[in-house]
């Protein structure tokens, strides 16, 4: 049965965009409604991060236990190999997705959101339709929309989704281990998931267009990933495209395109990591008089689009197309409809890759800054040196942190880091950023010992010209 609801504020999207607003919406006291087509959390949580932290988790924990046979490592061992139960992985990082998918379900009941499931349609910027799911038929109008309908797997033109070809939303889901894992894609999606299943006993085989991997970052940062892909015995096609599929009774083959010629690889599963673009089909853009920045939907610093009391967030306005940044922009919204003079307007925006050894970077690489014609300095400080990394063998990997300032006042403009566990100093680095933080302020500040965070800390000393540890 049809029924008609008016709001204050609607949210379309229940990702960590959406959901966030909705949240901080009705802790204003606005009367606000959020439309979900799935599962609460969006990609983020059900199909993304969440789910994909889970299993580089336990592929962690299998390599560890695995390292232990034979002679062992730090005096433990075991006499046979551990086993591998994926399909009971799977339902255990299931567990952790369903904890946190029930847990935002509560948050926004106790904000008093109340929340439609369905597939929503706008018909204009103030009435939204649901035309599929439990509660179909519904029409909402609001006063306020705030678009939140996230992102999608990129596909690639001769690879389409089906068959032995899989998106990243498949790969989180596998009843089986592959034989052989082809990954096409050799940015933080695929090689995440490439590692993890390298670790659970899969051969893997990356495919990459450009040169190197992980082109978005410098090939410092990214060589002590390459060194563990090589180590662990992954085969990587640098510089190759791939420019044909057949599938046969015997699984895929692929046929690349590269500087050498051509070859074939097969494949098992293939696992298609080109990217993600924004979710705007399907639900009604064609009905909103949207200025459009390319794909995405054109804002301003409140996140307001070009239609009045319609506003847009997460990857549907941009990169870098990261949860937090969602978040920190649903944040902004809900307050600005509120009436706070608020603007989404970060200095740096962290980005970490859960790759072996992880990589975490916050404000400007080197090469951005000198192609911003700054006077720069840095100093970088190796794992090798720090006691911490040496007690968790984590030392021997080639990681480090490093510090990016200006020259003349030492303001900082970037930090990076790869090593074990560098997401989690993620934060230290956004704030000093956000901070206006100057080199002395760091070298001035106690870092608990022993800690990898020390590691900054020295980083910043060897800029300076004094460091204590190497």
Not at 185 to 190: D, K, L, S, T
Not at 375 to 382: A, L, R, V
Not at 418 to 441: K, P
């Given at each position: 049965m049809s029924a008609s609801i008016n709001t204050k504020v609607l949210v379309v999207g229940g990702g960590p965009g959406g959901y966030v607003?909705?949240?901080?919406?009705?802790?204003?006291?606005l009367d606000c409604v959020l439309i979900e087509a799935d599962r609460l959390g969006g990609t983020c949580l059900t199909r993304g991060?969440?789910?994909?932290?889970?299993?580089?988790?336990?592929?962690?924990?299998?390599?560890?236990?695995?390292?232990?046979?034979?002679?062992?490592?730090?005096?433990?061992?075991?006499?046979?190999?551990?086993?591998?139960?994926?399909?009971?992985?799977?339902?255990?990082?299931?567990?952790?997705?369903?904890?946190?998918?029930?847990?935002?379900?509560?948050l926004l009941k106790r904000a008093k959101v109340r929340v439609l499931q369905g597939t929503a349609r706008m018909k204009n910027g103030k009435a939204c339709e649901l035309v599929q799911g439990p509660d179909a038929g519904t029409v909402v109008h609001a006063e306020h929309l705030i678009l939140a309908t996230g992102s999608v797997p990129v596909e690639l033109p001769g690879l389409p989704f089906g068959g032995a070809v899989i998106s990243s939303t498949e790969a989180l889901s596998l009843a089986a281990l592959p034989a052989h894992l082809v990954v096409v894609?050799?940015?933080?999606?695929?090689l995440e998931l490439g590692i993890a299943y390298r670790k659970f006993g899969a051969r893997v085989t990356v495919i990459e267009a450009a040169g190197r991997i992980l082109p978005s970052y410098d090939e410092e940062l990214t060589q002590p990933v390459r060194r563990w892909l090589q180590q662990a015995g992954v085969t990587l096609h640098?510089?190759?495209?791939?420019?044909?599929?057949?599938?046969?009774?015997?699984?895929?083959?692929l046929k690349l395109q590269s500087a050498a010629g051509e070859s074939e690889v097969a494949a098992d599963r293939i696992l298609v990591a080109a990217g993600r673009k924004p979710a705007t089909s399907g639900w009604g853009l064609e009905n909103l008089a949207l200025d459009m920045n390319g794909p995405f939907i054109k804002v301003d610093a409140q996140c307001r689009s070009s239609m009045r009391d319609v506003w847009a967030i997460g990857d549907l306005t941009g990169e870098p197309m990261l949860a937090h940044k969602a978040s920190a922009?649903?944040?902004?919204?809900?307050?600005?409809?509120?009436?706070?003079?608020?603007?989404?307007?970060?200095?740096?925006?962290?980005?970490v890759c859960f790759t072996e050894p992880e990589i975490v970077s916050a404000g400007l690489l080197p090469e951005q800054a000198a192609t911003q014609g700054l006077?720069?300095?840095?100093?970088?400080?190796?794992f090798a040196a720090s006691g911490r990394a040496l007690s968790m063998e984590a030392a021997d990997s080639g990681g480090f942190v490093r510090v990016l300032a200006r020259r003349d006042?030492?303001?900082?403009?970037?930090?990076?880091?790869?090593?074990?566990?560098?997401?989690?100093?993620?934060?230290?680095?956004?704030?000093?950023?956000?901070?206006?933080?100057?080199?002395?302020?760091?070298a001035g500040t106690i870092h608990q010992h022993p800690t990898l965070g020390e590691a900054l800390h020295e980083s910043v000393l060897r800029t300076l010209g004094h460091a204590i540890h190497i």
């Open positions: 607003a909705a949240i901080r919406a009705g802790q204003l006291g991060c969440i789910p994909s932290k889970a299993l580089i988790h336990a592929a962690a924990k299998l390599e560890a236990i695995t390292g232990c046979v034979g002679a062992g490592s730090c005096g433990i061992s075991l006499r046979e190999p551990p086993a591998l139960d994926l399909a009971q992985t799977m339902r255990w990082k299931d567990s952790v997705v369903s904890k946190l998918n029930h847990g935002v379900a509560g894609g050799a940015g933080y999606i695929g640098l510089g190759a495209k791939v420019i044909g599929l057949r599938e046969t009774a015997d699984g895929a083959r922009q649903g944040h902004v919204v809900a307050e600005a409809i509120a009436g706070s003079r608020r603007q989404f307007d970060p200095v740096a925006i962290p980005a006077d720069s300095i840095t100093g970088q400080f190796p006042n030492h303001r900082i403009l970037g930090i990076q880091a790869v090593g074990a566990h560098v997401s989690e100093l993620a934060g230290e680095f956004t704030l000093a950023l956000e901070m206006g933080a100057v080199l002395e302020d760091i």
